[in-house]
């Protein structure tokens, strides 16, 4: 069973800096790994995709990677603003084979304060 | 395209009530998910559907909650009788399964009070 969990479940840190969120998975076999971000009342918006061929995408102040073989991603935030101020969440999407194919599971969330 | 649309936005209702949530996916994906959200457990995946199948139906609470997609464009969620413990949010979300950049696409969400 796919188990996905998110490092720091809080993080608070002042305007302008620059931040790493970490997400991490117990079964490799992923087919991608999505970055959303959802405030609050809202849904969630996805923000990032990584296929499982690849090592990191980029958008914006974004940036995340993918380590698949250990079972990690990381959510870089360049100049964090106020605005940035959300819950993130990381899912991975199940690769091909078994029954479970194309299942999303997701992280707990990290919940983000970028204070002025 | 105007994403993935549900229904109702907010919902009251007393418990032993009926319930019903709808869901309209992306036009041309083919799978789409039911989660439930709530603070005391997060983002809780209940259902998901692939080309119109039922493929994992494991996080379903109970026989009380049961879910339908009869055509590629609609899927529905339905608890009956409903308890104040199904306070939550429920979360329809729609992608393409096969394409290793299927994005996964949420809709506003129907925010569930039972009383």
């Known amino acids: 069973k796919q188990e996905v969990t998110q490092i720091p479940a809080a993080l608070s840190v002042p305007e302008g800096e620059n931040l790493v969120l970490n997400c991490s998975f117990t079964d490799s076999a992923i087919y991608n790994l999505q970055w959303f971000r959802q405030d609050p009342g809202k849904g969630l918006t996805s923000l990032l995709l990584?296929?499982?061929?690849?090592r990191e995408q980029t958008s914006g102040r974004l940036n995340a990677s993918l380590d698949k073989s250990s079972g990690r991603s990381t959510l870089y935030i360049a100049a964090s603003q106020p605005g940035d101020s959300a819950t993130y969440l990381c899912a991975v999407k199940r690769g091909a084979g078994g029954t479970s194919y194309g299942k999303l599971t997701f992280g707990q969330g990290t919940i983000l304060t970028v204070h002025p | 395209d105007a994403g993935v649309i549900q229904s109702p936005r907010h919902e009251v209702t007393e418990m032993g009530q009926e319930v019903t949530l709808r869901c309209k996916p992306i036009s041309g994906h083919n799978s789409l998910f039911w989660y439930r959200q709530t603070m005391m457990r997060g983002l809780e995946l209940l259902i998901y559907f692939n080309n119109n199948v039922p493929i994992d139906d494991s996080g379903m609470p109970e026989d009380r909650f049961s879910a339908k997609m009869p055509n590629a464009s609609f899927s529905t969620l339905k608890i009956q009788p409903s308890e104040p413990r199904d306070s939550a949010v429920y979360f329809c979300a729609s992608t393409w399964t096969e394409r290793p950049t299927g994005e996964l696409f949420f809709g506003e969400g129907s925010r569930l009070t039972v009383l």
């Open positions: 990584i296929q499982s061929s690849q």
